[in-house]
């Protein structure tokens, strides 16, 4: 493949050694394929990173690692790319270590390679565990800034938590649904993808909360693990619908609105109120034809946007740590979609 990059920056992007690139790039023997395919998925996202960028600035390799669906990760990505030239001069060169269900030791590896390897900036979507904060505070310890994305790790040392205010979006959830059924008994399946991950937890605790305090006639059947993926997803609702006839309502903490609709329409139970999170492009078409009533949005790219302050801020104040950004949540409705979603 002909390419224009130093084998060095081939090297950095794809987390391999320079020798093991070169060997790639020179067609030796003895490089296993997906080896070979690491080498060449880099020189594509460098291609991608320099596409009308001729500037040059300061250059950051950031390592973005997540568990998460892909309908998420796909939207994380398309805001890292995007929101990086907003900082021109300042180049961010972004390596994505995506997957849908990734086991905590796995991560503690993934993180505990980054570190070694070298790396300007982490930024993580992952659960909270106590093996995860120790590698986050190993990173913090090597001088490299970890910023927790969505959902946070608040007994970890990380430089900056970059997300919603996850509490009061599940206040607002609640408040949504109670409104709705005005004081009529109502129930409601609240999916979250994982207990695992803060963010949803603390999504679940507001949630409870208020209809607790303000909508005591609402009860709550809860499904949780399915990882945010249909097939799970799918069954658990299933599920829980034979199980529970009176549920009328959903709060989808987690995601898989797709496998939960289909799981009421296979049960040919009626929604009175969908309430779900994230403008990707399919809670877009659900919400248009009304099968989503209501959805949580926050705008993922400023929380990217502070990801990448955060990381600068990191290199002019290497001592300072633990702050929360938090992103403003906003209702929308099929009548005020932003433009970006249109």
Do not use: W
């Given at each position: 493949?002909?390419?224009?990059?130093?084998?060095?920056?081939?090297?950095?992007?794809?987390?391999?050694?320079?020798?093991?690139?070169?060997?790639?790039?020179?067609?030796?023997?003895?490089?296993?394929?997906?080896?070979?395919?690491?080498v060449?998925?880099?020189?594509r996202?460098?291609?991608?990173?320099?596409?009308?960028?001729?500037?040059?600035?300061?250059?950051?390799?950031?390592?973005?690692?997540?568990?998460?669906?892909?309908?998420?990760?796909?939207?994380?990505?398309?805001?890292?790319?995007?929101?990086?030239?907003?900082?021109?001069?300042?180049i961010?060169?972004?390596?994505?270590?995506?997957?849908?269900?990734?086991?905590?030791?796995?991560?503690?590896?993934l993180?505990?390679?980054?570190?070694?390897?070298?790396?300007?900036?982490?930024?993580?979507?992952?659960p909270?565990?106590?093996?995860?904060?120790?590698?986050?505070?190993?990173?913090?310890?090597?001088?490299?800034?970890?910023?927790?994305?969505?959902?946070?790790?608040?007994?970890a040392?990380r430089?900056?938590?970059?997300?919603?205010?996850?509490?009061?979006?599940?206040?607002?959830?609640?408040?949504?649904i109670?409104?709705?059924?005005?004081?009529?008994?109502?129930?409601?399946?609240?999916?979250?993808?994982?207990?695992?991950?803060?963010?949803?937890?603390?999504?679940?605790?507001?949630?409870?909360?208020?209809?607790?305090?303000?909508?005591?006639?609402?009860?709550?059947?809860?499904?949780?693990?399915?990882?945010?993926?249909?097939?799970?997803?799918?069954?658990?609702?299933?599920?829980?619908?034979?199980?529970?006839?009176?549920?009328?309502?959903?709060?989808?903490?987690?995601?898989?609105?797709?496998?939960?609709?289909?799981?009421?329409?296979?049960?040919?139970?009626?929604?009175?109120?969908?309430?779900?999170?994230?403008?990707?492009?399919?809670?877009?078409?659900?919400?248009?034809?009304?099968?989503?009533?209501?959805?949580?949005?926050?705008?993922?790219?400023a929380?990217?946007?502070?990801?990448?302050?955060?990381?600068l801020?990191?290199?002019?104040a290497?001592?300072?740590?633990g702050?929360?950004?938090?992103?403003?949540?906003?209702?929308?409705?099929?009548?005020?979609?932003?433009?970006?979603?249109?």
């Amino acid at each position: 493949m002909a390419h224009e990059f130093l084998v060095k920056d081939i090297a950095f992007q794809a987390g391999l050694s320079i020798a093991t690139v070169d060997r790639v790039l020179n067609a030796r023997p003895g490089v296993r394929k997906q080896t070979d395919l690491r080498v060449h998925a880099a020189i594509r996202e460098l291609e991608k990173q320099q596409s009308g960028v001729e500037i040059q600035g300061r250059k950051f390799g950031i390592d973005v690692i997540m568990e998460a669906p892909d309908r998420f990760t796909d939207a994380v990505r398309d805001a890292f790319e995007s929101e990086s030239l907003t900082f021109l001069p300042t180049i961010f060169r972004s390596r994505f270590h995506f997957a849908e269900s990734m086991r905590p030791q796995d991560i503690v590896q993934l993180l505990d390679r980054v570190r070694l390897r070298g790396t300007d900036g982490v930024v993580l979507k992952a659960p909270d565990v106590p093996e995860i904060s120790a590698a986050v505070a190993r990173l913090e310890q090597s001088g490299i800034a970890v910023i927790t994305l969505v959902t946070d790790l608040p007994n970890a040392p990380r430089t900056a938590y970059a997300g919603a205010d996850n509490r009061a979006a599940g206040e607002t959830a609640a408040y949504l649904i109670g409104e709705r059924f005005s004081g009529q008994p109502a129930m409601v399946l609240a999916t979250l993808s994982s207990s695992r991950f803060r963010g949803e937890e603390e999504r679940e605790i507001g949630f409870r909360r208020t209809l607790r305090n303000r909508y005591p006639s609402i009860g709550i059947v809860e499904i949780s693990e399915g990882l945010g993926r249909d097939d799970a997803t799918g069954a658990l609702t299933a599920e829980a619908l034979s199980n529970n006839p009176g549920i009328n309502a959903v709060y989808s903490i987690g995601g898989g609105n797709r496998a939960v609709l289909a799981a009421f329409a296979a049960a040919n139970r009626a929604c009175s109120v969908f309430v779900a999170h994230d403008l990707d492009a399919g809670n877009l078409e659900f919400l248009r034809n009304g099968q989503i009533h209501f959805i949580l949005h926050h705008d993922l790219k400023a929380d990217v946007r502070t990801a990448f302050r955060a990381i600068l801020g990191k290199r002019s104040a290497p001592t300072g740590q633990g702050v929360a950004r938090l992103s403003a949540v906003e209702v929308i409705t099929p009548y005020n979609i932003p433009a970006s979603g249109r």
